[in-house]
């Protein structure tokens, strides 16, 4: 069974960094899409960014601040976020796309950043 297994997050204080990885397990499964989404309490879920053939967006909210790695060798997706703002507290996802459009969900880890 396939399964996203995200690490990293905790608390941070504005302006400081963390990071964040995502890992697959269970698979050897090739993702052609890996990126990241965040869902703030009380708000819809957004994209914060996604690498695919060889190119990265990022919502504008985040562009210059968090950059999005992979490692299609260890099936891995990180996120690297500078600069943290308190708007930036949300529970953070991964997600993965298959060659075929099949997604896979982690489950998700808690950022807060406190002002």
């Known amino acids: 069974q396939v399964q996203l297994v995200e690490s990293g997050g905790g608390l941070v204080q504005a302006g400081g960094s963390l990071s964040l990885s995502c890992a697959v397990s269970?698979?050897?499964?090739?993702?052609?899409?890996m990126g990241w989404y965040r869902q703030a309490p009380g708000k819809q879920r957004e994209l914060v960014g996604l690498?695919?053939?060889?190119?990265?967006n990022y919502a504008d909210s985040v562009k210059g601040r968090f950059t999005i790695s992979r490692d299609n060798a260890k099936s891995t997706v990180y996120l690297q976020m500078n600069s943290l703002k308190p708007d930036d507290t949300a529970v953070y996802y991964c997600?993965?796309?298959?060659?075929?459009?099949?997604?896979?969900w982690g489950q998700g880890t808690q950022v807060t950043v406190s002002s």
């Open positions: 997600k993965m796309s298959t060659w075929s459009g099949y997604e896979y």
């Open positions: 269970g698979s050897a499964i090739s993702f052609n899409a």
């Open positions: 690498t695919s053939g060889g190119v990265t």
